[in-house]
């Protein structure tokens, strides 16, 4: 009688999950399997026909191009920074947000703001900030006697301007998770600490760090994922460029498919780009569920 | 000793303090432009001009704000309307039966990360054969493929949170599974769905890439239509600060009643 509930309980579930599935399968699973397919054929938008196969051609012309290799540094290099610096600034704010009670719903709805923002939105007003001649940016620079600085026009400034605002609109996903977690941390282990006669940066290290680990990785993994995929910023602020300083992967993949129109090796690159994210996603996974 | 106790508070006042001048001035100088007229807008050094709201009505008559809005409201309420039911769906028999395990799981979250760009070409290549570019179907179907992960993965946490006695009191007194999951499970996890709803709608409302290579003049959603803006031959400047701002307002207007649940929304489940 049991193990009879116990099957039904297994059958309702199949057939609860079986419409989402269903349609996952649909739009994910099959495109996703269209890709591989097509990234084997020489499929263009010229001539968008499995008629040619080509095997491996496209992953072995992949790792030849210098393009992609340079898309692939710059994308890492991108995303070290903003995690790092997000996380840096982000820390910082949180643990300052822990400590005040005045003004904290107000300094907490504004951190929220950007957040809510889209991202063609944050593009396109950095970008007149930005102007060299008719931005606001430049002028306040000048107002104190720098600049002016061609913002998105010189290869290391293009990079940085990017970096920044990426950190100026992405920041407070970092601040609102470290400070969720901080605020669940227990008092217990702070009072030993102060009796045995830790100060607040040994409290810190010793502490805070410890108890915060899991809370960080979680955020962290998730913030580097999303920073991998970033697309829009690129093409509002910089077109991947001046020449090829800020051709970040998606926008790489999206130049060979959309620009070049030669769909067969952009399957190929999205397919490889896939794998990275595929790793770092389980692995976040594995992270996720020891959190809960 | 009182120096250093004095320090302690306002430190972290100095930091937070310069943190939201950061974010906040940023905001208000778009404020700011989009009230001023167009030439003035450009003036460096600033001038100040009596606040004006033409821009506002002009981006209705000299861009097709009104067709970018509506087909952004359409295309998110549809493609989350549909995604919802799947996903609550699939969501409880994750939670409550463990259907599929891990590796399902998984399979959702990784759906959820996946770069919209891997997902772009194929779909662009499909739809092409299929005839549906530029249409609002391929749209909506694009966008279900973020918001059903999205959704299910929000809701395993608040089906799981649930308590089950209710449900299991329900079955005793004689109702069947889905009755029990209709009557009971469902409205107890209302304000989560509602709120993940609101998420999803937020997540659609917001997003590019896809939109920006599926759709057509026709259907071209408020992100494509602002982007056009900028490859435009002298952009008027006052008249995009109106536009941004017009395209991230319903966003705040739906703030407080995501408030309780955007940590959760942010963290995918994984901080309350």
Same mark, same amino acid.
């Given at each position: ?12 579930? #199949? ?66 920074? @903003? ?11 949180? $643990? !300052? ?23 063609? @939105?944050?593009? $396109? ?36 301007? $990017? ?6 609109? #992405?920041?407070?996903? !970092? ?19 102060? !009796? ?18 899991? @809370?960080?990785?979680?955020? $962290? ?22 020449? #090829? ?10 130049? #060979? ?19 990275? @994210? ?15 | ?36 007229? =167009? ?40 493609s989350t309307l549909l995604a919802l039911p799947l996903a609550v769906a699939m969501a409880y028999a994750f939670a409550r039966h463990d259907t599929g395990g891990a590796p399902l799981r998984l399979g959702? *979250?990784?759906?959820? +990360? *996946? ?28 966008? *279900? ?5 999205? /959704?299910?993965? +929000? ?8 308590? =089950?006695? *209710? ?26 769905? +509602? ?18 290579? /599926? ?30 701002? +017009? ?10 009643? /995501?408030? =309780? ?12």
């Open positions: 009688m049991a193990a009879t509930l116990a099957a039904r309980d297994r059958r309702f579930g #199949q057939l609860m999950a079986a419409p989402g599935l269903a349609a996952l399968l649909l739009v994910i699973v099959f495109p996703i399997l269209f890709t591989l397919y097509t990234s084997a054929f020489d499929f263009t938008l010229i001539n968008p026909r499995h008629d040619t196969f080509v095997g491996l051609d496209h992953y072995a012309r992949a790792f030849g191009l210098a393009e992609f290799g340079n898309a692939l540094r710059v994308t890492l290099w991108f995303v070290v920074a @903003v995690v790092v610096l997000e996380f840096a600034v982000g820390f910082l704010v949180a $643990l !300052m947000l822990n400590a005040v009670e005045r003004g904290k719903a107000v300094y907490y709805a504004i951190l929220l703001c950007p957040l809510l923002i889209n991202p063609v @939105v944050v593009g $396109l007003i950095w970008r007149m900030f930005l102007h060299p001649e008719l931005g606001i940016a430049n002028y306040v620079l000048g107002l104190v006697g720098l600049g002016p600085v061609n913002w998105l026009g010189d290869p290391t400034n293009a990079f940085w301007t $990017l970096v920044a605002v990426d950190i100026w609109h #992405q920041v407070s996903f !970092m601040i609102v998770l470290l400070l969720a977690g901080l605020a669940s941390l227990p008092k217990e282990p702070y009072e030993a600490a102060r !009796m045995e006669g830790a100060g607040t940066l040994a409290c810190f290290w010793h502490v805070t760090l410890p108890l915060m680990r899991p @809370v960080i990785l979680v955020t $962290l993994l998730i913030r580097l994922i999303f920073a991998v995929r970033t697309y829009d910023l690129v093409y509002i602020m910089t077109r991947g460029g001046p020449g #090829q300083a800020t051709d970040l992967v998606s926008y790489f993949i999206y130049r #060979q498919a959309f620009v070049g129109l030669n769909i067969g090796q952009a399957s190929a690159l999205a397919v490889l780009l896939l794998l990275i @994210v595929l790793v770092l996603t389980a692995w976040l996974y594995r992270h996720m569920r020891s959190l809960v | 000793m009182l120096v250093r106790r004095a320090a302690a508070t306002i430190l972290p006042h100095a930091v937070l303090v310069v943190f939201s001048a950061a974010i906040l001035l940023p905001l208000l100088w778009v404020l700011r432009v989009s009230l001023t007229d =167009k030439l003035t807008a450009y003036r460096i050094p600033p001038e100040w001009t009596e606040p004006r709201l033409d821009n506002y009505i002009e981006i209705f008559t000299a861009y097709r704000f009104a067709d970018w809005f509506t087909n952004s409201l359409l295309v998110a309420l549809a959702v *979250l990784a759906s959820q +990360m *996946l770069p919209p760009i891997v997902l772009v070409v194929p779909l662009f290549a499909l739809f092409l054969g299929a005839g549906l570019l530029n249409t609002y179907a391929a749209l909506v179907i694009a966008h *279900l493929t973020f918001n059903i992960p999205f /959704l299910a993965w +929000m809701l395993v946490a608040f089906f799981e949170g649930e308590v =089950k006695q *209710l449900e299991e009191a329900a079955r005793i007194e004689g109702a069947t599974r889905f009755q029990a999951f209709i009557r009971v499970s469902v409205p107890l996890a209302a304000p989560g769905i +509602m709120a993940a709803g609101l998420l999803g709608f937020i997540l659609s409302w917001n997003e590019f890439l896809l939109a920006l290579i /599926l759709s057509g003049r026709a259907t071209q959603t408020l992100p494509v239509g602002l982007s056009s803006l900028e490859t435009h031959r002298g952009v008027e400047i006052a008249l995009l600060a109106a536009a941004a701002l +017009m395209a991230i307002l319903p966003v705040f207007v739906l703030l407080p009643f /995501l408030r =309780k649940y955007l940590i959760k929304g942010l963290s995918l489940g994984a901080l309350k």
